[in-house]
């Protein structure tokens, strides 16, 4: 099993499908991705979210975060935040392509995984 910790709008902009149209739907449909992959997959999913998405309907699985702050790289903070405290950060795979973020739980001891990569395995 894989404790994976995702930076959702590093991943959900990863892609150009114009999901700057509706950000907050954006989110939902997104949770509801992991959703299924925590399911199929067995693996804890924690997905940090820089705002309220609203409603996540249908989730089951993930365990959502919304971070604390406000403002850019607000979920990132948050990442570094969970990562600090968790009494086995190695254990953790962080999902961003946030350079800065990258070194920081590196630094903790997380594993990282692209988020082009991960969602590659998401669509798969």
Known sequence: MTRWLV???NVIGSR???WWNDPKKAMREFAVTLDDF?????DE???VFDTDPGPLEGIHTIEPVIARRRGR???DHEIEQI??????????????SD???VEKVT?????????GRFRNQLDA
């Open 99 to 101: 350079r800065r973020l």
């Open 83 to 96: 990562v600090a405290a968790d009494d086995e950060p190695g254990s953790l795979r962080v999902v961003t």
């Open 73 to 75: 790289n607000a979920a």
């Open 38 to 42: 925590a399911t199929r997959t067995g």
């Open 107 to 115: 630094e903790l001891g997380a594993k990282v995984t692209s988020s």
């Open 45 to 47: 999913v924690t997905v």
């Open 7 to 9: 930076d959702a709008m």
């Open 16 to 18: 150009p499908d114009k």
